[in-house]
């Protein structure tokens, strides 16, 4: 019986290397900025540039200042749904919290930035009281304890998950602790008058924010939807990582937080980094695997037989 050797030519050698130096190019700059581009696909919202565009002059005062990084007064008194005198720092230190102001009586603008807040948190895949907590604190000091549970209970219904009723706060507070919450935040509003004439009503910005778990302002989102994503980013981001997952970091990697759009974008120059790495990565590993001597088996010449 005869065994012919087969082997390959020297020669077609270097084509196998062109072709996969080729090939771990194409992987890391084509196939590894798509995936992160179709990851954080999808629409956006306005720009946070656009808050105060075509307001009339009176209402110029009722936008928003981002002080990212700046503390909260955590001490400030306020009083939760259900009545009872509570402080501002006993919705943190454990988790990052999602911040609304609004006022209750409102019947436009807030219900929808709430609406959009719970929408959105139902999709993240994370839990209010586990992963997060919910503050919303009206700015009107006449609101009551009473609306404050009504809007609790409206709220919960939105977010789809009325177990989550202890990470979920809504609060009230006087004129001065309201003011120490709203200089911090930078949010601004103006009394105006309703449709009975009475300076009853506000004119305000509509924003939620996203402070880290010792009570410091790490994001602004504008306009009354949200996209889920970025919510869970910046959730994830506040809580210094301690939440979220692997794919997670991947995407905090490759996007960047926008305080000018109030967004995260995806930053070109990290995933092309990346893509540096991961491409010379395989294509060191491709070559090592073409080159390398096989141990343990000795070869005859390539015009050698045995019979």
């Not at 270097?14 to 194409?26: E, Q």
């Not at 900025?33 to 956006?44: D, E, F, K, N, S």
């Not at 939760?80 to 005198?85: D, E, L, R, T």
């Not at 997670?248 to 070109?268: K, Q, W």
């Amino acid at each position: 019986m005869m065994k012919t050797a087969v082997m390959i030519p020297r020669s077609l050698r270097p084509v196998r290397i062109r072709l996969a130096v080729w090939a771990g190019t194409l992987l890391a700059t084509v196939v590894l900025p798509a995936i992160c581009l179709a990851q954080y696909g999808g629409a956006r919202n306005a720009s946070m540039g656009n808050v105060q565009r075509g307001l009339p002059s009176y209402l110029q005062h009722a936008g928003i200042d981002q002080n990212l990084n700046r503390q909260l007064p955590l001490s400030a008194p306020f009083v939760n749904s259900a009545g009872k005198p509570v402080r501002l720092g006993e919705y943190f230190g454990k988790r990052p919290v999602l911040l609304a102001e609004v006022y209750y009586s409102c019947g436009l603008l807030c219900p929808q930035v709430m609406h959009g807040a719970a929408e959105a948190l139902s999709q993240t895949g994370l839990k209010a009281g586990k992963d997060y907590e919910v503050v919303i604190t009206s700015f009107d000091p006449a609101d009551t304890p009473q609306q404050g549970a009504a809007e609790k209970q409206r709220f919960l219904q939105w977010l789809g998950d009325p177990g989550a009723a202890n990470g979920v706060h809504f609060l009230t507070a006087a004129q001065p602790s309201i003011d120490a919450l709203s200089q911090a935040t930078g949010f601004h509003y103006v009394r105006i008058k309703g449709p009975d004439g009475k300076l009853n009503q506000f004119a305000h910005s509509s924003i939620i924010m996203v402070a880290t778990p010792d009570g410091r302002l790490s994001k602004y989102f504008s306009g009354i939807e949200y996209q889920p994503r970025d919510l869970r980013l910046a959730m994830v981001d506040a809580s210094n990582h301690r939440i979220g997952s692997v794919s997670d970091l991947f995407l905090l990697y490759c996007c960047s937080y926008n305080p000018s759009a109030g967004r995260y974008t995806v930053s070109i120059l990290r995933v092309l980094s990346l893509a540096a790495i991961v491409m010379l990565i395989i294509v060191g590993g491709i070559l090592f695997l073409l080159t390398r001597k096989p141990k343990g088996r000795n070869f005859p010449p390539p015009s050698a037989t045995a019979v």
